[in-house]
């Protein structure tokens, strides 16, 4: 673990701006692509490290949207420049619409073995309302295409929390199933200030479930993929025995991982660390090679060990005591002692063959509550 | 300084009338500070005062003005205006000959004019009527002077008018208090007799004291005897505020001033005592001040229970300055170790509380306030209780008493009926109801303090569209057919909830405290139920549905930084509550129990 980093790569364009969408993504900055992939590769090749590279991940916005040939350039530099691993796991976030054969060809020839499908529902009165470009049809071909152009490591985004009635849930869910993917993620619909979706849900536009629907949706999520033989293994990730994302594994584990691209974040050597939100100001900095973070943090032992045990919580196997104890040279159990007495008394938490977590979907769905109480 | 160019005067009025500001204007025209070190209200020097707006320590600050060619000391006291500080008034009137009541023209008399002016007249005082806010066009002056004979009965023919906002009349206020305004009595080379009129701790200094000197004079180096316990100080440091500290040599017959004697425990020396020369002593004391008594008591317990040694020292370090602050301390089974506090009113009570969390930076709870029980024993034994909670078993208790006031409401008279109908429903008897002009009528009424305490006040500014003013003046303890409620979280009782109420009210409240509950606890992760019960009868109950999903929102990219942030928001956000068993409970609870619920 030591001597394994993680990196991940931020494209931050989009055909057209989801309308609940809060991440760091344009639609309308295309004309920057190829300076930015440029300022791409500078911080890519500015970056020191012995360590040896276990995943690459092209997240976005949407990276499939660039061209295969720039996505193929960074994976180059970073072979050429790093130590990577025999059988690297590489993604990329892909938007339905453009998994289509000769893209996906493509892609798989240059190296990359996983694919992020957004395909978010199957069900088109869904799909219209987050204003995606795609349909149910798509959402399907997608994953048809990907598989019969030979990805075996394919994950599926579903989102809910648009009413949908148990019949719904089920119908995507078997959706997904029916074909052979080995991963989903699901996120709950979450409205944030500053987007097109808040102000349509504050002036009635857009309904939303209520609390006690989402609730309900997410743990009947759970249960139908269980019974289809997806492990639950992180609060909104799913997979097939030995699926689980290595990459999404190492930010809970608390590896060493290195974001590169604008807004991404690292944790490199103990210390958190991201650049900045925007394009522009990231082209220019890497050009007058100045330093492009803007936020640092460098933990407290005491803090690091909790952001650690919050990190670790969110996995179905959770804190594994004895091995939590000589990494930070702590007694959790003590540390948390009036916590843990609390939650386990609840309910909420478990302790069982040496480990700690969350005890299954009820205690996951209101896991920020839980964990606030350990941070 | 010779006695006829000195003058004392106060500075009263009812609440906002603008007296601190008469006293900016009066510094800055006789040039005490210079423009450059005026800020508005100058004298509210307290934190609170200054966020508040409002004064609530009177300050003495001494004026130099020159009239036709003679210099005059004038010590202005400007005091507080909210009716929970007439004990400052009070003290203040003792030290002076004359005062300004101070009248807002766009407001006319109101509550605590009355109160103040009355006050005023006890105290043998020439009072200048001063009409303020002149400039603003709802000013009637008239009907303001038409008000004043009217209810107080003097004359208005010399009223001032002025603008203190405009700094108009100001000349008028100065020249009027050196004519009209006694010069203090008293002979310099009599025996030493000075009024201690307040007195507080300063960290450095310890006890200073402000005084009038009525006979005698008092220098640096004099060995001063406090009369009520013959201790012996000398005197360190004389001075005055200008309303910059200046020390002096002497303080002369007839004026005010304060002394640093070296005196480190405050209660050697309480305001009303007495000073004189230990070798030439005063034959006689001051009759002194009645100990002002608190009207409200709370209990105050510190959120994070490893902090009570913090809160008792905060408490005992307040108590210092102020004198109608008590503290007793108590143990609840809910909040742990605290105390139970006496204070003047409900606004003393959140300003000490603020008091406690801004300047000493703890973070308590506060319960509701209540009053004084008097409850009689079966076995005739007659106790005073302060915490509902501890209200004996209904069947060792003959009867329960409370403390009733008289209120005196100033309002409009379109007004009339609806206050007359809050005052029935807070079970008041009419005493006595005036036009103090042809459409404005003075109410009196005597109702038990414990409906004062709560909502009245917000109900009586609602129902005259915040244009009647209230006095309140204790009365006696009377019989009433009284009863505890209590509330239970998830049937566990919580002492802090108790409260003791009329039972022909006790429905109404036990749905109305529920209700007021269930808007600050929130939602927990399990079920929330909560119960109000008298005489072990449930009678009203309410359920907080538990807490079924958090956002699991994406993380996206290893943004581990926002997630944690997001978490330790939330755990801030918990810290601000208190837990009762499990349950976490805003600490609004606590003192909103009885809200101004629309009933
Ligand atoms: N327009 C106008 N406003 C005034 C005048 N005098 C005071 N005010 C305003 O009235 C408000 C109250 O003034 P203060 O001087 O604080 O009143 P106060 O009587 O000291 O109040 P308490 O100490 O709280 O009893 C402030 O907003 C002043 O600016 C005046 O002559 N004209
Ligand atoms: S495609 Fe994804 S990143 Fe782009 S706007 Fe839509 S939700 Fe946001
Ligand atoms: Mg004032």
Not at chain 1, 38 to 50: G, R, V, Y
Not at chain 1, 191 to 197: G, L, P, R, Y
């Amino acid at each position: 673990m030591g001597e394994s980093v993680y990196f991940y790569i931020h494209i931050p364009y989009c055909y057209k701006k989801c309308p609940y969408c809060s991440f760091v993504s344009y639609e309308k900055k295309l004309s920057t692509v190829s300076d930015y992939f440029k300022a791409l590769q500078n911080e890519i090749s500015s970056f020191e490290t012995d360590k040896t590279v276990e995943t690459i991940y092209f997240g976005g916005g949407t990276p499939s949207l660039v061209n295969v040939e720039q996505i193929d350039k960074i994976i180059n530099l970073i072979y050429k420049k790093f130590k990577v691993i025999k059988l690297p796991e590489i993604t990329i976030e892909t938007n339905p619409v453009d998994a289509k054969y000769k893209f996906l060809k493509s892609i798989k020839s240059i190296g990359i073995n996983r694919i992020s499908l957004g395909v978010q529902s199957f069900i088109d009165r869904k799909l219209r309302t987050l204003g995606r470009i795609h349909n149910a049809k798509i959402s399907s071909e997608s994953i048809k295409n990907a598989l019969n152009v030979g990805f075996d490591n394919i994950s599926v985004d579903l989102i809910y929390g648009l009413k949908e009635t148990p019949s719904e849930i089920e119908y995507e869910i078997n959706s997904a199933n029916q074909f052979d993917i080995r991963h989903i993620s699901t996120y709950m619909l979450s409205v944030e200030k500053k987007t097109a979706f808040y102000e349509m849900v504050k002036n009635g536009k857009i309904e939303i479930s209520k609390e006690d629907e989402v609730a309900d949706a997410y743990i009947y999520i759970a249960e139908l993929l269980k019974n289809r033989g997806f492990e639950h293994y992180e609060i909104s990730n799913f997979a097939k025995k030995d699926f689980e994302s290595r990459h999404n594994n190492a930010y809970w584990l608390g590896y060493d991982y290195r974001g590169f691209g604008v807004s991404a974040s690292s944790f490199v050597n103990g210390e958190r660390f991201s650049n900045t939100d925007a394009i522009e100001d990231y082209i220019k900095l890497i050009k007058n090679k100045k330093s492009t973070i803007k936020h640092r943090e460098n933990l407290s032992n005491l803090k690091s060990m909790k952001e650690s045990f919050v990190l670790l919580m969110r996995l179905a196997k959770g804190v594994d005591i004895n091995l939590f104890n000589k990494k930070y040279k702590t007694d959790v159990e003590r540390v948390y002692k009036d916590e843990l007495e609390h939650f386990i008394k609840l309910g909420f938490i478990k302790k069982e063959n040496g480990k700690i977590s969350l005890n299954g979907e009820q205690s996951m769905v209101v896991s920020n509550s839980i964990l606030s109480d350990f941070v | 300084m010779d006695t006829k160019h000195i003058r004392n005067f106060s500075i009263i009025a009812h609440i906002d009338h603008g007296k601190s500001t008469i006293a900016d204007r009066i510094i800055e025209n006789t040039g005490g500070l210079s423009k450059r070190e005026m800020k508005e209200q100058v004298l509210d020097s307290l934190d609170v005062e200054r966020k508040h707006g409002i004064t609530v320590k009177a300050q003495t600050v001494r004026i130099e003005y020159t009239h036709n060619n003679e210099k005059y000391y004038l010590n202005m006291i400007d005091t507080p205006g909210h009716v929970d500080f007439g004990y400052e008034v009070s003290r203040s009137l003792s030290a002076c000959e004359g005062c300004l009541l101070v009248v807002d023209a766009t407001q006319g008399v109101e509550a605590q004019t009355i109160a103040n002016a009355y006050l005023a007249i006890e105290h043998n005082l020439e009072i200048i009527p001063v009409i303020n806010k002149i400039d603003l066009p709802s000013a009637d002056i008239e009907k303001t002077k038409h008000e004043i004979e009217d209810a107080i009965g003097i004359d208005t023919s010399s009223a001032l008018k002025v603008s203190a906002k405009q700094n108009i009349g100001i000349d008028t206020i100065l020249e009027a208090i050196v004519k009209r305004i006694p010069y203090p009595k008293g002979n310099d080379t009599a025996r030493l007799k000075a009024l201690v009129v307040d007195s507080w701790y300063d960290n450095y200094r310890g006890v200073v004291f402000a005084v009038r000197i009525f006979e005698g004079s008092l220098k640096r180096g004099d060995k001063i005897k406090i009369m009520s316990n013959g201790k012996v100080f000398e005197v360190e440091e004389l001075g005055v505020y200008t309303p910059k500290q200046k020390i002096i040599e002497k303080l002369d017959v007839g004026s005010v001033g304060y002394v640093i004697a070296n005196v480190k425990n405050i209660k050697d020396a309480l305001i009303g005592d007495t000073i004189t020369l230990e070798n030439n002593p005063s034959e006689e004391a001051f009759e002194g001040f009645k100990k002002p008594k608190p009207f409200v008591y709370a209990g105050i317990y510190p959120t994070d229970t490893d902090k009570y040694e913090d809160l008792k020292e905060a408490l005992g370090k307040l108590q210092l300055n102020d004198a109608s602050l008590t503290i007793e301390p108590e143990k609840s089974d809910s909040l742990g170790f605290g105390f139970r506090c006496g204070f003047l009113g409900v606004l003393s009570m959140n300003i000490t509380k603020e008091r406690i969390e801004d300047e000493f930076n703890l973070d308590v709870v506060a319960t509701s306030p209540s009053v004084v029980y008097r409850i009689e024993k079966t076995n005739s034994e007659v106790i005073d209780i302060y915490n509902p909670s501890l209200l004996p078993e209904p069947q060792k208790i003959s009867g329960i008493y409370e403390p009733f006031v008289i209120v005196e409401i100033i309002t409009p008279s379109e007004f009339v009926g609806n206050i007359l109908r809050l005052l029935q429903d807070k079970r008041g008897n009419q005493k006595n109801m005036t036009y103090i002009s042809q459409d404005r009528v003075l109410i009196k009424y005597s109702i038990p303090l414990s409906e004062v305490i709560t909502d009245f006040y917000d109900k009586l500014k609602s129902l005259s569209k915040g244009y009647a003013s209230f006095d309140y003046n204790f009365e006696g303890f009377k019989k009433s057919d009284l009863t505890k409620l209590v509330v239970m979280i998830n049937s566990k009782e919580v002492d802090s909830f108790s409260m003791i109420v009329p039972k022909e009210k006790a429905y109404r409240m036990a749905r109305d405290v529920l209700k007021t509950l269930k808007k600050y606890i929130p939602k927990q992760l399990f079920e929330v139920r909560l119960q109000a019960k008298i005489n072990g009868k449930i009678i009203a109950k309410e359920q907080i549905g538990a807490l079924r999903k958090d956002v699991l929102a994406k993380c996206y990219g290893g943004d581990i930084t926002r997630k944690r942030k997001l978490l330790e928001k939330q755990k801030k956000g918990k810290k601000r509550m208190k837990q009762i068993g499990s349950v976490a409970v805003s600490k609004e609870a606590f003192i909103k129990l009885i809200e101004a619920n629309n009933s």
